[in-house]
């Protein structure tokens, strides 16, 4: 089972987030997969979206530590609260 990888979803890919997760992917040895140049394409009901990249990447993340995956998703969760600076 491997490690860690990292979902990356940004309009500037060496904007700062960029150079933050490039920062902490190589720190910590984890894989990056830039969204961005993923081919997805919209759910839809006749499966017609089945020669888009979404499976084989769902696959390759399903290899990785669950225990990474919940990480990130709680990463993810404390990222969405609004910043209120202190007065």
């Known amino acids: 089972m491997l490690s860690t990888i990292a979902l990356?979803?940004?309009s500037r890919r060496h904007g700062n987030t960029g150079q933050l997760?490039?920062?902490i992917a190589f720190a910590l040895n984890i894989e990056i997969v830039d969204l961005a140049c993923q081919r997805m394409?919209?759910?839809d009901y006749e499966?017609?979206?089945r020669n888009d990249d979404f499976e084989p990447l769902m696959k390759r993340v399903l290899?990785?530590?669950p225990?990474?995956?919940k990480f990130a998703a709680l990463?993810?969760?404390a990222a969405q609260v609004p910043f209120k600076p202190q007065t």
Request: hydrophobic share 30%; charged share 30%; net charge negative.
């Open 41 to 43: 394409s919209s759910y």
């Open 75 to 77: 990463v993810q969760e």
């Open 47 to 49: 499966h017609l979206n």
């Open 8 to 10: 990356f979803s940004s």
């Open 63 to 65: 290899e990785h530590d």
């Open 21 to 23: 997760i490039d920062r």
């Open 67 to 69: 225990e990474a995956l």
